[in-house]
């Protein structure tokens, strides 16, 4: 893999949280990378660092110490508002809880990141085109609250891919979601690296989802303990939902 | 930037929390309405005011030889006055002009004396320009233009000397040379019910004070204007226009005691106002800073999609717009008839200043007005949103300062 393939590249990578005079350490020393087109899962318990680690890629949270690199920008030396251009213009998240606008509708929650972004008059063009791709023009009209929670989380990644980021972020995506939802989710993510070329990296407890990983990191005590790539057969994909499931 | 589906997002977001926008633009109203009401007041009370001082004999302007200013003496005469009266003449924004001169001196009757300020005018523009005259009740008669050795004094100062009409009172003044004295019949008692003015008001016609005191020509031209409002300006224009010699003073200067009480009753009217102003909008800053508190973790998903800090201020700052708009409605709502009853009905002041309606001299008017106009509109929708801007302000900084990783651990 060449290194301009190198979306992430973090190189012993801590984060300490501090609260008063208690530190708790969520990373201690990831070395990590990810490659263009990856479906990477992040695995292990709770608190061993998945969320951190995904805040950190995401320019959400800043490091403690080492060296992070996300589609070729050292992380360590962008200022707030840099750090929300990356954000905007080239990354996708998917977040736990949804974290839809609650009083904008499925298609305007798309619009308003490409509004955000700038994107001119095509805009609700364009955010109807993402939703009739991911077959969810149906849902266009209706609020969060319209919406089952599944819903919810497609119109999610529909937001999150409007802008066709390199790097979608996505934290235990299908956590809120009974089994059939997570893997509609996952089948529709998978479609978007397959069609699309978009990399994924996405932390989850859940065996079933893992199995669509093309790569399985797993983290213990925020340490990197596992790191497998999987072949072909072992991915668990829309033409062969029988693969067994992995972690 | 700002777009559609934002300030979509930002009305939403004020119909989504119902309780909360109503309670924030009944707080704008009713602060921005006191602000109003008291607005209102201090504009029409302070316009009465100008109004009485100018009207009770100050006039807006008034044309006074170079050297009064400084020495206040009643001796000086203006210069080249039929010039200067012809200027004033031609203008068109004069409304009366009184041509007066004025002396110190005694009044005397039986074994009775009283010090006074003898004002010499001429009858028709004294009752033209001057509420005291026209306003007062008069037993007998004002002076007429031809009339010779009368007077007409208030009615504290007939008590004083206790005189009546038609007795003869002997007067004593410094005159150009030497001091003069001459016998004046009183033709007139004048009583505006103020124990103040009717113990100072001593008129003679112009003629008679300058054949008593052997000066000549009048020692001021006061001018009243049709409007108030333009009194520095038309001041600069007669300044130019007016023969060497005299200068143009106005109300303020002619009575400084009245121009400071007016500007003190307005800074502290406006104090207070201040003080209501700064308390509303604390509270209001108070209602917004909870809700951003309250909307932390939205915030926290906005920032996380990219979302810069100048759009989440943006975004609240729609919001404080509409907030305002509200507030601005609910000011007219309660504040505008309010303030139309001050305009229009007034408030009797002599149940708080009794009937002795002076002040420094001035005869003020037992109703006091407020003011209502156009301006009303303005004032509600400037400072209801203005305020509402200002007190969104910093709670909007916070918001643009969030923590997304933070906020959105926060459940």
Redesign the interface.
Known sequence: MSENNTLVCARDLTKVYRTGDVEVHALRGVTLDVHAGEFVAIVGPSGSGKTTLL?LA?A??SVTSGALTVLGRDLTELG??AR??????S?G?V?Q?Y?L????TAR?NV???L????VGRDRRARSTDVLNELGLDELADRRPLEMSGGQQQRVAVA?AVASRPKLVLADEPTANLDGENAEILMTMMRRLRDEQGMTFIFSTHDPRVVAYASRVVTLTDGRVSADKRRNNDEIRTPGNPDTQDAS | MIGTVSYKYALRSLHGHTRRTILSVIGVGVGCAMGLVATSWITGGGDMEIRAATGSGAGHLRIVPAQWPESRENSLRLTDWQKALAVVEARSDVRAVAVRARASGLLAFGNRTAGVEMVGVTPAGEEASNRIVRKAHIEGRYLRADDAGAVVIGRTLADRLDVELDDDLLVTLSGRDDISRAMLTVVGILETGSREIDGAVCHVTLDELNRITGFEGPGEIAILLDDNRHIDRARDELAQAVPEGNTVITWREVSPEIATGVAADRMFTRLLIGIVVIVVLLGIASAQLTAVLERRREFGVLTALGMKGRQIVSLLMIEAVVIGLGGAGVTLLVGGPVSYWLATSGVNITRMMGNDLSMGGVLIDPVMYGSFGAWVVWYAVGVSIVSTLGATAYPAWRAARTDPAQAMRVV
């Open positions: 805040n995401g959400l949270d707030r508002r929300a251009d990356l954000r905007l213009r990354l998240f977040f809880a974290n606008v609650p009083v904008l305007e619009e308003f990141v509004e955000l972004q700038g937001r």
